[in-house]
């Protein structure tokens, strides 16, 4: 097995077009067509990381942050991404990091936290904007099912829960076929006037390529008649943070013990607990501040996040209740999620969690 067999497997599922701008998801190091030994999964990448790959004979490490997230202009080891970078290159330890593009999946990092939590009716909380375009094929009517067919299976035409959308409508074509081409139908230097159907489809920007190949190969004309017209509409399926209720409305009280159960966490930081019962919890992994006035919008009882800071606490505003469990426990079940989406897909290949806490962040 090589690497890209693991990191085209991941990136059909997580695009890396979902990304933030910021963010820098990938693989960091190394080579796709590397021979795969085995691979380890860990939330962040340490020295200890890469040693413990080593040790368990895996040449890919995958993680959810990236060890490098902006340009490096030394490697001399006075930093830890120095150092692990140093490391993984003398050891042929290849890095994949796979972030905002988890984040911002459906059934990504927010999914399996809601899951922990026991949530139900899931929504994203701040759907991604400019993410869809609509595809319009123009096509033989006849030749219209198969296209179709085609261009669903490829990722065209999904809409919340519905698949297979599509909208139709009726016209004439009209062409005429120069000396160099070879028509489907009509002749060479006259002038064609046919019926043909043009065919709407939404497709998400991350599927836009894969789509357009299934266009062209499944459509009977040399040159496919379409457009390509970005979309302001937001794709609710994609995007930061998840909203959900509990099955049953529980007190704070013992949902804050629930979540210092379920998350292991030392300590809860929270603002004041201003409703006695909660029904409808907002979650992000990771740094979640820049939802706060999402969570409030959408109504939450609670929003759990981690890295708030003290000025952003005030802008709970009495409407909501924020509390901030800790970036690493936030996200510690991501590792899992990855482990075994691979496991899934490649079931006697060598895989292994870290047993290493790479928590930076300790508890007195
Ligand atoms: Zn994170």
């Known amino acids: 097995m090589l690497i890209k067999?693991?990191?085209?497997?991941?990136?059909?599922?997580?695009?890396?077009?979902?990304?933030?701008?910021?963010?820098?998801?990938g693989l960091t190091y190394g080579h796709k067509e590397q021979k795969l030994s085995g691979i380890l999964f860990a939330l962040d990448v340490t020295e200890n990381t890469v040693k413990e790959?080593?040790?368990k004979n895996c040449n890919l490490i995958i993680s959810h942050h990236p060890v490098v997230f902006k340009g490096l202009k030394k490697?001399?080891?006075?930093?830890?991404?120095?150092?692990?970078?140093e490391l993984s290159i003398k050891n042929n330890i290849a890095l994949y990091a796979i972030h905002t593009n988890l984040d911002n999946h459906k059934n990504g990092v927010n999914k399996r936290i809601a899951d922990k939590i026991g949530l139900s009716q899931l929504k994203i909380l701040s759907p991604k904007n400019e993410t869809l375009v609509k595809l319009c094929v123009f096509v033989p009517e006849d030749a219209e099912p198969a296209l179709s067919n085609a261009l669903f299976k490829s990722g065209a035409g999904a809409i919340g829960n519905y698949s297979e959308c599509?909208?139709?409508?009726?016209?004439?074509?009209?062409?005429?076929p120069n000396l160099n081409a070879t028509p489907s139908v009509g002749a060479?230097?006259?002038?064609?006037?046919?019926?043909?159907?043009?065919?709407?489809?939404?497709?998400?920007?991350?599927?836009?390529?894969?789509?357009l190949n299934a266009m062209n190969a499944n459509h009977p004309y040399e040159e496919v008649a379409h457009d390509i017209i970005p979309l302001l509409n937001s794709q609710q399926d994609m995007g930061s943070g998840m909203i959900?209720?509990?099955?049953?409305?529980m007190t704070t009280r013992s949902f804050l013990k629930h979540l210092k159960a379920t998350f292991n966490v030392g300590v809860?930081?929270?603002?004041?607990?201003?409703?006695?019962?909660?029904?409808?919890?907002?979650?992000?992994?990771?740094?979640?501040s820049f939802l706060i006035d999402a969570a409030r919008k959408n109504k939450a009882d609670i929003f759990i996040t981690s890295d708030i800071k003290y000025h952003e606490f005030f802008d709970a505003n009495n409407e909501l209740i924020i509390a901030d469990i800790g970036h690493w426990e936030s996200e510690q079940f991501t590792v899992n999620l990855l482990y075994e989406n691979i496991k899934e897909k490649f079931s006697k290949f060598a895989l292994h969690l870290t047993e290493e806490n790479t928590n930076p962040v300790k508890y007195f």
């Open 166 to 176: 599509n909208f139709k409508s009726i016209g004439k074509g009209s062409f005429k």
């Open 188 to 211: 060479i230097n006259k002038k064609i006037e046919t019926t043909e159907v043009k065919v709407e489809y939404l497709v998400p920007l991350a599927r836009l390529s894969i789509v």
């Open 268 to 288: 809860i930081k929270h603002t004041a607990l201003i409703y006695d019962e909660i029904n409808t919890v907002a979650i992000c992994g990771g740094s979640g």
């Open 53 to 55: 790959a080593i040790s």
């Open 5 to 25: 067999n693991v990191t085209d497997f991941l990136e059909e599922k997580y695009p890396l077009s979902l990304q933030e701008s910021y963010d820098n998801c």
């Open 75 to 85: 490697i001399n080891g006075s930093t830890m991404t120095e150092r692990v970078l």
């Open 244 to 249: 959900g209720e509990l099955q049953e409305p």
